[in-house]
């Protein structure tokens, strides 16, 4: 038999592998020898394996998690799921680059400003958005924005400016809200703090980020509510402008590092539920629910568990009632749930539920940077 296998030392040097890569992903279940002697414990592989090896070893280069290599192997033919596998790492991949150009930007800025304290300079980002628009992005932010005294970056609104688009996020780790529109680039102050230095035009693909104090905040939504159509914005270093309607209101953002969203925001969902906000809200509501220690602080909330049947149907319970053999459970916050739905109206909804220990994220058709997401509660076993 041993004449017609590879050993795992061929193997290794035929496809780029390493003996102990081989050991690893045979424990891993993602590339088991054809043939294990029962003597020596040695591994043989069939010759048909060398292909699946060396693509192994690519996927293994290019950082491809473990279960989405074993997706690809294990994915039969022409059924598509490798191809959406690698689309889906791609886009991971070309996201991460995006946010390490925008990191390295403003490491760039920092060292300059390290290396020439005496330079002061004052860089102010100016541009406008459409009034109601800030406003609905404004709404659909603000319940998620932290009151823990002990973490105060979190007590504010992100205004990240990114290019074409703002994006608007708050979090308390128990929640997060995302929300974004396009923006409409005036001009970019870039000059020695001076009352008349001049402006110049504002820089293609400009970014910075800024977090709004919640009062600023609610005080920028109740200026929004002048009826004017549009906004104009100024992000400055340490300071924030809202202009509308005639009317100006400015202040001091907080000077905090605020934590990355972003990988959080990279959501890979098993299943997606379309239904109206209505429909969640009411059988939410009319749920019975059980009280876990999940909240803020440690605090007990009470919890509702959504579950999904083989056949994707949504149902909604309390930890521990009886239901039907579930293929997804996962347990959330009741009142965060109720928060992050739309106050009134219908409102078409889509659920993206991965698993009991994955994020549920609450999404609106055709406003795709616009969700919320909420930390799963664990249930006692």
Sequence with gaps: MESDLRSIGELARD??????ALRFYDGAVVLAPAWVDPRTGYRWYAPGQLADARLLARLRRVGLPLADIRAVLGAA?????????????LGRLEDGLADARRE???????????????TVTTIEHRFTVPARELADALDAVR???????????LAGVLFDLDGGLL????????????AELPVTADRVADAPAAPDAPDVPAAVGASVAVIVPTALVD??????????????????????RVETGGHRIEGATLGHDYPDYRALARLDPV????????????????????SLPSGPHGADCEVTVLTLDADGRLTVAAP???????SVRVAVNRDFLLEALPETGPGQLVLELGGPVAPLAIRTPGHPGTFSILMPVRLPA
């Design 104 to 118: 390295l930007s403003l490491i760039r800025r920092l060292i300059d400003q390290r290396e020439s304290p005496m």
């Design 143 to 153: 319940f998620a924005v932290g009151s823990d005294p002990e973490l105060p970056v």
């Design 271 to 290: 299943h997606r539920v379309d239904l109206t906000a209505a429909e969640l809200r009411d059988a939410v509501r009319s749920a019975a629910t059980g």
């Design 320 to 326: 521990g009632a009886e239901r039907v053999p579930e």
């Design 219 to 240: 005080a920028v939504r109740a200026l929004l509510g002048s009826g004017a159509e549009r906004a104009e914005l100024a992000l400055g270093d340490g300071s924030v």
């Design 15 to 20: 496809s780029g592998l390493s003996v102990s």
């Design 167 to 178: 994006r608007l996020v708050a979090t308390d780790r128990y929640r997060m809200a995302l």
């Design 77 to 89: 033919s022409g059924a598509g799921v490798a191809h959406r596998v690698l689309d889906a790492h």
